[in-house]
């Protein structure tokens, strides 16, 4: 079975970081485009951030200036390195990796921002 696998996440303070990992197993995923999106309580999902085969970048809103999206072919792995976390960044964090009419998700890694 084709997975995604988001690691990482965990209880961090208001102002500290966090780095997400997000690998697939099964499947090598260096020409699919990785983002990241997040669930925050009662709100929709999110998008934050995409990366590209190519290495092209592009955030969104929620992740402008405090979130950096990466990968390491070498590694089969997507990153997203978070900065000066806040309370209200308390989330569940999924990766999707697309090519084409492929489309995977994972099952997602709680971030808790909490003093």
């Known amino acids: 079975q084709v997975q995604l696998v988001e690691s990482g996440g965990g209880l961090v303070q208001p102002g500290g970081s966090l780095k997400l990992s997000c690998a697939p197993s099964?499947?090598?995923?260096?020409?699919?485009?990785v983002s990241w999106h997040r669930q925050t309580p009662g709100a929709q999902r999110e998008w934050l951030a995409l990366i590209t085969s190519g290495g092209q970048i592009n955030y969104g809103v929620p992740a402008q200036g405090r979130f950096i999206i990466s990968r390491e072919h070498a590694k089969n792995t997507v990153y997203l390195q978070m900065h000066n976390l806040k309370p209200n960044d308390t989330g569940v964090y999924y990766c999707?990796?697309?090519?084409?009419?492929?489309?995977?998700w994972g099952q997602g890694t709680q971030v808790t921002v909490a003093s």
């Open positions: 099964r499947f090598n995923f260096s020409d699919f485009v």
């Open positions: 999707r990796s697309s090519r084409a009419t492929t489309d995977y």
